[in-house]
């Protein structure tokens, strides 16, 4: 295949690509199969020859579509969304034709100055105040990460960069019991440690206890841990829990620690005014991380960490041998010194894309009709006979459960989804499981997330 080919089969992707949009509505969201079914179909060994490029797109027909679950799906309510605007992915066809590295100013002038100004743009969109700076991360996974291998050297004055972390103090970092796994993770390959992540109480709002937090905290000081930094929940993924940001962040300032807000999933609500309420006081944070590439409408990936002041995260992670040295270097931004990887991807483009094609009010609308379509859903399940709301819309995302316990709560699940025509998936809440719904695909309507009810009706008359 040359690039004469290319050109010819780009015409044909992007015409399977319409249809397969278009048809989305009438496949199942989830995928019909029995695990191994997709394996089974690949030949084991690799070609010795070259193949035609007729035969290997008839297999991936053949073999692809029909084993996928359809994450642009307009039925799609499972876990969180993964919405690519049309706009998003025509920015990724031409990021993947210019194939760049963005890893300094030099090796891509475009995608750097680009991803610094998007920051601003949506820094600005989000309403935080002027004086953000950030970076474009694959995941929130590993801006978590980052911010953690950021508060762990703040709190050694970097002295765990060059010698490790044996001989240490015990570091802690404190977070609420809603938090994400990510952060667990996060603490786990930083050398931190599982058991020094510590899981502070929420209360009846599912927000973390600021007493408890300062209780914790004094009380490691007293048996000679060092705390090193907080991460707020902002917009949990289990049931959308918030923490307060403002009491939060006043304590971890006072007692001089790092903090991190993760609002993976919520943060793409903000540029909604009237929701921002819901992370009052985040403006003080040091670290905040978002996911366009879920509720904003950016093909994945696209993280976006906002830092107030990159120099403890750059000093973390920045290091510069000296075939990365570059005339300019003192004055231009080279975002590898800012995240994990040196090779980086050009996700600018697709915000620039995206953010221009529907303006923040195209964006806004979206994501306002999706909360009150989520309310309009949870108050007519509410009222069905044997079934139990157990956590109210946190923005768009609410549980439910049947009052018979677990076990017909997690058949009914079962059931509701080898229907196919919607997809929902499940989540422990205080011992108890629980169906959760969010409504965040792209292209839903308000029917969409009515069949919800309309699935629902016949698999509790069934
Ligand atoms: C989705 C999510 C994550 C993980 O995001 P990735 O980008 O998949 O790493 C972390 N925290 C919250 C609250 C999330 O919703």
New binding site residues.
Partial sequence: MNHDDLKDWSKRAADWAHDYHMTLRDRPVRAPLVPGAVAAQLPPHPPEAAEPMEAIWADFERIVPGAMTHWQHPRFFAY?PANAAPASMLAEQVVNAIAAQAMLWQTSPAATEMEEVMVRWLAEALGLPGGFRGTIHD????A?LAAVLTMRERALDWAGLRGGLAGQPRLRIYASDQT?S?IDKAVRVAGIGQENLVKIPTDSRHAMKPGALLGAIRADRAAGFLPAGVVI?A???SIGAFDCPGDVLAIAKAEGLYTHV?A??AGSAMICPEFRALWQGVEGADSIVF?P??WLGAQF?C?VQFLADPVPQVRTLGLRPSYLETLEADEVTNFNEWTLPLGRRFRALKLWFLLRAHGLEGLRARIRNHVAWARDLAAEIARRPGVEIVTEPSLSLFTFALRDGDRATAALLERINADGRVYLTQTMHRGRFVIRVQVGQFDCTRDDVMCVLEVLDQMLAA
């Fill in positions: 969180f995941s929130a996974s590993t978590t994400h990510s929940c917009g949990g993924t993760d993976a999933w996911n590439h879920k990936d993280s």
